[in-house]
C-alpha cells in the first residue's frame, strides 16, 4: 500500500483544485505502471506548507522571495 506525501510552498492562487487532482491522478499511474501497485490502495497526499515554514539555506522561502532569489 504505497503512501506519497507531496509537499509544495502555498502559493497566491495555487496549486488549483484541478491540478491537485492531476498530481494524484499522473502519481497514481506512475506507481501502477512502474511498481505494479494497485491505485484503490495508493495514498497520495498533497501538503501545503507556508512559505515562513520552508526554509532554503539560512532562510525562510519569503524572506528569499522578498529579497528576489
Same mark, same amino acid.
Given at each position: 500500500m504505497p503512501y506519497v506525501n507531496i509537499k509544495v510552498t502555498r502559493e497566491r492562487g495555487g496549486p488549483t483544485t484541478q *491540478?491537485?487532482?492531476?498530481?494524484?491522478?499522473?502519481?497514481?499511474?506512475?506507481? *501502477?505502471?512502474?511498481?505494479d501497485k494497485d491505485p484503490a490502495t495508493t495514498f497520495v497526499i498533497i501538503?501545503?506548507?507556508?512559505?515562513?515554514?520552508?526554509?532554503?539555506?539560512?532562510?525562510?522561502?519569503?524572506?528569499?522571495r522578498a529579497r528576489g532569489g
Open positions: *491540478q491537485k487532482k492531476e498530481l494524484i491522478a499522473r502519481t497514481t499511474r506512475m506507481l *501502477q505502471e512502474v511498481l501538503d501545503e506548507v507556508e512559505t515562513d515554514n520552508w526554509g532554503v539555506g539560512l532562510e525562510s522561502v519569503t524572506e528569499r
